[in-house]
């Protein structure tokens, strides 16, 4: 019977949990009840950023009754909503900001922007703001506007929200992770629809981003080490010339293959993303690819192992195959830093180094043993050749033609 009743109170508490509604949707905007108790018939859950919008539409004078809430939020932070005419995302969007001045106060204002190095600068404008104010309370920040629509300007607008830090009373620019480029959408106040377009592409870039970072760490992280240690380290073993030679040259070229396509996508991601510069990266990465390409053609002017300009082929060969590997590594950590995954795929690519590392150190100190060794038993071959001949010949002869000279 006790344990029935157990089954039974499971069954019922399960019962009650499914109907219990979630998390999420107790921070459904629909829910919220402002502090000044004003009400607004429609609200929007945004996407990314923790952050929600309720408004008010007032059709015969074109009027919009504006709160926009921002949670997670701390004094240090500056927070922004915005409307473009112009549907883009951040060139032409007309911004009511919210930060806390110098003396800790919130304060409210507009500011447009006109280019992608803004510091959200206060002015007026393309249309009126009656109204504009803003609250700080328990990490949300809360800006309450009215603003006036254009006659005969239609009702849909690309909608831009963020939030980053201050430096001082200034704000910086946001961070560049997959929320914040995502936040952007269409709105449209009359008829209340919102579409989420900034999370569809920030998804699409997304996977460039994650698909650029893979091929680049595969092939110039992982394959141009490898192969440079193939030729370094087989080529001592007499057995496997010239096995060496083919496996360091096909590594090499798969590498330099699937690297042509991380460099693709790269450039991709940069002449979709206008106004966002990593330029370091950028920079490092044109240099390493460049040097690349003159590597894999240099083998078409590859002397015979005997020819006199050789040798100073080898140390071109040499310098830019360590120079575009070392390149590649810096580049690398640009790049995880740029994409900021979760620290797994760093610690993994640390982990890849390192191994290789050790591994380079424990063939480096063979390979020395064996050079080594094959010049001791060289000079061992040839050393008891030379001492007789010169106890049999110069010895010898010098005695007895010591001997004769003294006869003599």
């Known amino acids: 019977m006790?344990?029935?009743?157990?089954?039974?109170?499971?069954?019922?508490?399960l019962i009650i949990s499914l109907f219990t509604p979630s998390s999420y949707g107790q921070r459904s905007c629909s829910n919220y009840t402002f502090t000044n108790n004003n009400i607004y018939t429609t609200c929007n859950d945004l996407p990314v950023l923790n952050s929600f919008l309720h408004w008010n539409y007032h059709q015969t004078n074109r009027t919009i009754d504006i709160a926009y809430r921002h949670t997670s939020i701390t004094p240090s932070n500056w927070v922004v909503w915005s409307i473009n005419p112009n549907r883009r995302a951040m060139v032409g969007a007309q911004c009511l900001v919210a930060l806390h001045n110098s003396s800790g106060l919130v304060h409210a204002y507009t500011s447009p922007i006109s280019n992608y190095d803004t510091t959200l600068q206060e002015?007026?404008?393309?249309?009126r703001v009656p109204r504009i104010a803003a609250e700080?309370?328990?990490?949300?920040?809360?800006?309450?506007?009215?603003?006036?629509?254009?006659?005969?300007?239609?009702?849909s607008f690309t909608q831009v929200w963020q939030h980053g830090d201050l430096s001082g009373n200034t704000p910086v620019i946001h961070p560049r992770d997959a929320g914040h480029l995502a936040s952007f959408g269409t709105i449209d106040f009359a008829s209340g629809l919102t579409v989420d377009t900034g999370a569809a592409t920030g998804g699409s870039r997304n996977r460039k981003r994650n698909v650029h970072g893979v091929l680049n760490v595969v092939s110039w992280g992982i394959l141009m080490p490898?192969?440079?240690m193939l030729a370094r380290y087989l080529k001592v073993f007499k057995s496997a010339n010239p096995a060496w030679f083919y496996l360091h040259v096909a590594c090499q070229v798969s590498a330099y293959i699937v690297g042509v396509a991380g460099w693709g996508t790269g450039l991709k991601l940069g002449s979709d993303s206008?106004?966002?510069?990593?330029?370091?990266?950028?920079?490092?990465?044109?240099?390493?690819?460049?040097?690349?390409?003159?590597?894999?053609?240099?083998?078409?002017?590859?002397?015979?192992?005997?020819?006199?300009?050789?040798?100073?082929?080898?140390?071109?060969?040499?310098?830019?195959?360590?120079?575009?590997?070392?390149?590649?590594?810096?580049?690398?950590?640009?790049?995880?830093?740029?994409?900021?995954?979760?620290?797994?795929?760093?610690?993994?690519?640390?982990?890849?180094?390192?191994?290789?590392?050790?591994?380079?150190?424990?063939?480096?100190?063979?390979?020395?043993?064996?050079?080594?060794?094959?010049?001791?038993?060289?000079?061992?071959?040839?050393?008891?050749?030379?001492?007789?001949?010169?106890?049999?010949?110069?010895?010898?002869?010098?005695?007895?033609?010591?001997?004769?000279?003294?006869?003599?």
Not at 123 to 127: A, E, K, Y
């Open 2 to 13: 006790d344990k029935f009743f157990k089954i039974v109170m499971f069954a019922f508490f």
């Open 123 to 127: 002015g007026p404008l393309s249309f």
């Open 136 to 155: 700080f309370s328990g990490g949300q920040m809360t800006i309450y506007a009215t603003i006036e629509l254009p006659t005969g300007s239609s009702t």
């Open 226 to 228: 490898i192969g440079a």
């Open 274 to 408: 206008p106004g966002i510069e990593q330029t370091t990266h950028r920079n490092i990465g044109i240099t390493m690819f460049s040097l690349a390409t003159l590597q894999v053609f240099a083998l078409l002017l590859r002397p015979k192992p005997d020819h006199k300009y050789r040798m100073y082929w080898n140390m071109y060969h040499y310098a830019i195959g360590y120079s575009v590997i070392i390149l590649s590594i810096i580049n690398i950590f640009e790049g995880l830093d740029i994409l900021d995954p979760e620290k797994k795929w760093k610690n993994a690519y640390i982990g890849v180094l390192i191994f290789l590392g050790a591994t380079a150190l424990v063939l480096e100190a063979f390979t020395w043993f064996v050079v080594l060794k094959r010049k001791g038993n060289s000079a061992s071959d040839k050393y008891p050749h030379s001492v007789a001949n010169g106890t049999n010949g110069g010895v010898a002869n010098g005695i007895n033609g010591g001997s004769n000279g003294y006869d003599v």
